[in-house]
């Protein structure tokens, strides 16, 4: 009976004695521990419910992520992807390196990536002075796997995929830039114009297919020509741009007479004004052009050179 009563008495106690004993706090799991752990899952299963602004926000982004846009190959074999057309997808597998290269010059400013346990990014550069590119170096830990990469530079964010498989994988991987070409395209379009400006007349003729072998002699006239040049059948006389049409000289031809004494006589020519030129239906050998009258004449005279075209 003795025993019983103690054996009972010990039962009772054992309750409170386990309430008395601490218990050490359990620290809260780390997600980043449970992406290695198949038993603990830090995703809901439950669906968000999303608004009609966010649905069509949402079918944006898959239709620009599923834009068939392929890469091309570059003469070094790098994969090239021309920016801001679609989702860049990049390959990688483990034990192997993947390169993505950016434009010369550019400089990143951060990097984010969605699986940063699993997945190694690391920068690197190559070059020097404007030429110098930086790279980003990708390497996963493990196959099967799929995550993205933010990189924000001074220029501009590039979006893109990253995937893992056990043995496929893309050594190196930069881009083509719409931007770039444009430039390309606007400097090759000043330079032609710049070409046109310092070989091509307003009149519209090149200079070298042109005849310049012509003299100004006489008074400095205000109207005085800039240039003298023929096209083999008509005579360019170019004037000055601010020369009013009130002060624009008539023009005659002068014949192959005359001498110390005596002046060549005066003919009409047929001519007409172009702009700031005057347009000669031949090729002058000797002619005038004249202003004003008596003393106050002013004159300029042109003479088509021995050997001209």
């Known amino acids: 009976m003795r025993l019983k009563c103690a054996l009972s008495l010990m039962f009772v106690a054992m309750p409170a004695l386990a309430d008395s004993i601490p218990v050490p706090a359990l620290e809260p799991l780390d997600p980043q521990d449970a992406q290695f752990s198949p038993a603990v899952s830090v995703l809901s299963n439950q669906p968000a419910k999303l608004t009609p602004k966010e649905k069509a926000a949402l079918g944006l982004s898959k239709k620009w992520t599923s834009r068939a846009d392929m890469p091309a190959a570059g003469e070094d074999g790098t994969v090239r992807f021309l920016f801001g057309s679609t989702l860049p997808s990049v390959v990688c597998a483990p034990l192997y390196v993947c390169d993505i290269a950016l434009q010369a010059g550019e400089v990143i400013n951060d990097i984010n990536v969605g699986d940063a346990v699993r997945w190694k990014i690391a920068p690197a550069t190559s070059g020097s002075g404007a030429e110098k590119v930086t790279h980003v170096v990708v390497k996963p830990v493990d196959s099967g796997l799929s995550t993205n990469l933010v990189i924000s530079t001074d220029r501009r964010s590039y979006f893109i995929k990253?995937?893992?498989?056990?043995?496929?994988?893309?050594?190196?991987?930069?881009?083509?830039?719409?931007?770039?070409?444009?430039?390309?395209?606007?400097?090759?379009?000043?330079?032609?114009?710049?070409?046109?400006?310092?070989?091509?007349?307003?009149?519209?003729?090149?200079?070298?297919?042109?005849?310049?072998?012509?003299?100004?002699?006489?008074?400095?006239?205000s109207w005085r020509p800039v240039r003298v040049y023929s096209d083999g059948t008509k005579t360019f006389i170019q004037f000055p741009t601010a020369m009013s049409s009130a002060d624009a000289p008539a023009l005659v031809a002068l014949g192959k007479d005359g001498g110390l004494f005596t002046e060549a006589s005066e003919q009409l020519v047929n001519y007409r004004l172009a702009g700031s030129t005057y347009v000669v239906d031949k090729v002058l050998s000797k002619a005038a052009l004249i202003s004003g009258i008596g003393s106050a004449q002013e004159r300029v005279t042109i003479t088509h050179k021995v050997g001209g075209r």
């Open 162 to 221: 990253l995937v893992s498989t056990k043995t496929d994988w893309m050594p190196a991987v930069a881009f083509a830039y719409p931007d770039e070409v444009k430039r390309e395209w606007a400097a090759y379009q000043q330079q032609e114009q710049r070409h046109q400006a310092a070989t091509i007349l307003p009149t519209g003729h090149r200079l070298t297919e042109l005849d310049f072998e012509f003299a100004l002699s006489g008074d400095n006239p």
